[in-house]
């Protein structure tokens, strides 16, 4: 459960730097370097980071 909790943060740290750096400069990390909607591997990489997302407020809610 330390493994997917440890993957989860790390998903969500990306997430949250891609959202910044879009914010502050409209830079998308996640499209230049993995294709973004239009690649398979960029899109998995979107639900991901959402799916990490949920976990961790489960997480955080019955824990």
């Given at each position: 459960?330390?493994?997917?909790?440890?993957?989860?943060?790390?998903?969500?740290?990306?997430?949250?730097?891609?959202?910044?750096?879009?914010?502050?400069?409209?830079?998308?990390?996640?499209?230049?370097?993995?294709?973004?909607?239009?690649?398979?591997?960029?899109?998995?990489?979107?639900?991901?980071?959402?799916?990490?997302?949920?976990?961790?407020?489960?997480y955080i809610?019955f824990?």
């Amino acid at each position: 459960m330390r493994l997917i909790t440890a993957l989860a943060s790390i998903l969500i740290i990306l997430g949250a730097l891609n959202w910044g750096l879009y914010g502050l400069f409209k830079i998308d990390l996640i499209a230049n370097y993995f294709g973004g909607f239009k690649n398979p591997i960029g899109r998995a990489l979107y639900v991901l980071i959402g799916v990490a997302g949920v976990y961790s407020l489960l997480y955080i809610i019955f824990n």
